[in-house]
């Protein structure tokens, strides 16, 4: 009877542990669930699309200006430049996946673990997981850092991918001090 006392202690504590406090901006209430909320005008097909994309369009703007904010309060200063200018949460949020969301590498990692001899064999197949997750970063930069990219790519010595990102940062903010955007 005791272990299942402490084991119900330990579940109620994990449980508390996982819950969004009423004030954290990512807290839903349970009047948030899907269909409660309507937006006034059903779309019925093309006859209203015009009608109804006007009505809301302030609803899904303040909306988006609303997570824009929420995102921006809750990324370091360092990271806020990067996301000051865009008007698109959807499109700040995978940005910033696809930056920082290095789970599928590591995953990899954890399945087929490097060598950890200090032979020749094992440097060339770290050197080479390397400069695939470098490759990997670049290829996912969109075009408006092809010039550096380019140079990144001409090095003789590859940097690493956080040298690189530390790179492209500093390429951003020059291009912002120039202003070209």
Avoid at 83 to 111: G, M, P, Q, T, Y
Avoid at 112 to 131: A, H, Q, T, W
Wanted: aromatic fraction near 8%; hydrophobic fraction near 40%; include cysteine.
């Amino acid at each position: 009877m005791e272990l299942y006392k402490y084991i119900l202690a330990l579940s109620e504590e994990a449980s508390m542990a996982n819950k969004i406090d009423h004030g954290h901006p990512l807290f839903l209430s349970s009047s948030d669930v899907p269909g409660a909320v309507q937006v006034g005008i059903q779309l019925t097909g093309m006859e209203n699309y015009t009608l109804w994309i006007d009505s809301e369009k302030k609803q899904w703007d303040r909306c988006n200006a609303m997570v824009l904010s929420w995102l921006m309060s809750n990324v370091s200063k360092d990271l806020v430049s990067g996301i000051l200018f865009r008007s698109n949460a959807a499109l700040v949020w995978s940005d910033l996946k696809e930056r920082f969301d290095k789970d599928l590498w590591d995953e990899f990692d954890s399945i087929v673990p490097p060598p950890s001899c200090n032979c020749d064999r094992s440097k060339e197949y770290i050197d080479s997981m390397l400069r695939q997750k470098l490759l990997q970063f670049l290829m996912g930069l969109n075009d408006n850092y092809s010039h550096a990219r380019s140079q990144i790519l001409m090095m003789s010595v590859p940097p690493s991918v956080n040298q690189c990102y530390a790179m492209i940062i500093q390429d951003e903010s020059q291009r912002e001090l120039c202003g070209d955007h």
